[in-house]
């Protein structure tokens, strides 16, 4: 199975200063065909199911703002927040669908500072 | 609009079988990868498996042995059994829909979850 491990486990941030999370992955999910990485980034507020912000590495989905960025290639991730707002409470997990079985990260907690 | 919504037993016993159904609304089952995963309390996330509508699965290997995940089309959902459940599948079980292709395991869209207590 591919290991995503994140860091840090959590983090407190001042509201309008940026967060970073990393992702490393025991594996790299960077398909040599397609030249895209199988990584996505997903937001769980308290007591919600989580929600898709991230896919191939830095693509945002639909409606999410553009504070959020991912970046990273092969086994190395991150997700950025570049100025955290109060509703970006969440915990924030990072996921491979390289393969199966399809894996997540542990999760990262961010707060406010 | 959208939806997927989870409905079961919010208790079981251990040793027994966990059975959920996940109904999808507003979006054809006959389409897409159609996964559960769990959560456990404090934990991450974990993949339980998929069903694609024409009703070829995959299963995580931790799980393999105790899981069926089964569709319905013609009630457009699709259900989740475990069996043999001990205290370590008390979890919040999320259905979630996938893509196509090489996007099955994005999750772009997820049921509220329901809680699933074992109880001894």
């Known amino acids: 199975d591919i290991v995503l491990t994140q860091s840090p486990d959590s983090l407190a941030v001042s509201l309008g200063e940026r967060a970073t999370i990393n992702c490393r992955s025991s594996q790299s999910v960077l398909s040599s065909s397609t030249n895209k990485n199988y990584l996505a980034w997903y937001q769980q507020n308290p007591g919600q199911p989580p929600k898709l912000l991230i896919y191939?590495?830095?693509t945002r989905a639909s409606g999410v703002p553009d504070r959020f960025s991912g970046s990273g290639s092969g086994t190395d991730f991150t997700l950025t927040i570049s100025s955290l707002q109060a509703e970006d409470v969440a915990v924030y997990s990072c996921q491979q669908y390289y393969t199966t079985p399809w894996t997540f990260g542990q999760g990262t907690k961010v707060e406010i500072k | 609009q959208v939806q997927l919504q989870e409905s079961g037993p919010g208790l079981v016993k251990a040793s027994e079988t966990l059975s959920l159904t996940c109904i999808a609304s507003g979006s054809s089952i006959s389409s897409h990868h159609w996964s559960w995963i769990r959560q456990a309390p404090g934990k991450g996330l974990e993949w339980i498996g998929y069903i694609y509508y024409s009703g070829s699965t995959n299963y995580n290997p931790s799980l393999k042995s105790r899981v069926t995940i089964s569709v319905d089309t013609s009630k457009n959902q699709f259900s989740l059994k475990l069996s043999s459940v001990s205290a370590a599948d008390t979890a919040m079980y999320y259905c979630?829909?996938?893509?196509?292709?090489?996007?099955?395991?994005?999750?772009?869209?997820w049921g509220q979850g329901t809680l699933v207590t074992v109880s001894s």
């Open positions: 191939w590495a830095s």
């Open positions: 979630a829909r996938g893509g196509l292709g090489a996007t099955a395991g994005l999750f772009d869209l």
